[in-house]
Structure formats: structure tokens, C-alpha cells
């Protein structure tokens, strides 16, 4: 299982970016994915779930309405729309694979910074 995620940057408050999440080595359209987030000095933090056919999502309430997770079972990609973003969004954002019971793998983050 492989999951590389990319499109982090330094963006200023109240910009937009979107995040990709390229997954392989297994069927991706069988599971449910995530992104989850880390701050510095602080532990991991569930942003945001989506499950296999893309008929439900969840969101964290520190992100509901700003945020959108997608996904294209056609490329195995997970997307996460991100916008009105605040410095508190800061943070190295990772993507998640969801076993049968708990997310079971995480990719290497992309680091996304948001300037006050």
C-alpha cells in the first residue's frame, strides 16, 4: 500500500489550495479514505472521511464548510478541497487508507502553511 499525498504550500488566510492523494498497491475503490492532519507540537487530528463510493462524508466541525473531500475511483485519488483557510489550518496534511475496523495506513504529509 502506498499513499503519496502533494499540493501543500504557503497560502495566506482566507486562500484556497487543494490536496491529492495518489494511492496503489491495492484495490483503492474497496475502501474508505481520510485526511488527517498534525500541527506542530500537537497530535494527529481527523479532517475529514470518505467512504468507498463516495455517497457519504465526515468532517471535523474545526473544518465543516470550509472543506471537501473527493474522490476518482477511476485514477485511485483522494482530494481534499481546501478553502477560507486559517493560520490554525497549519499543518503537515497526510491521507489515510480505512481497514475493516480503523484506518490502517497513512502516506508521507504535505506540509500546508497559512500566513496570517
Known amino acids: 500500500v502506498q499513499l503519496q499525498a502533494s499540493g501543500g504550500g504557503l497560502v495566506q488566510a482566507g486562500g484556497s489550495l487543494r490536496l491529492s492523494c495518489a494511492a496503489s498497491?491495492?484495490?483503492?475503490?474497496?475502501?474508505?479514505m481520510g485526511w488527517f492532519r498534525q500541527a506542530p507540537g500537537k497530535g494527529q487530528e481527523f479532517v475529514a472521511s470518505?467512504?468507498?463510493?463516495?455517497?457519504?462524508?465526515r468532517y471535523a466541525d474545526s473544518v465543516k464548510g470550509r472543506f471537501t473531500i473527493s474522490r476518482d475511483n477511476t485514477n485511485d485519488m483522494v482530494y481534499l478541497q481546501m478553502n477560507s483557510l486559517k493560520p490554525e489550518d497549519t499543518a503537515v496534511y497526510y491521507c489515510?487508507?480505512?481497514?475493516?475496523?480503523?484506518?490502517?495506513?497513512w502516506g508521507q504529509g504535505t506540509l500546508v502553511t497559512v500566513s496570517s
Open positions: 489515510g487508507r480505512r481497514g475493516s475496523v480503523q484506518f490502517d495506513y
Open positions: 470518505i467512504n468507498w463510493s463516495a455517497t457519504s462524508t
Open positions: 498497491g491495492y484495490v483503492f475503490r474497496s475502501y474508505d
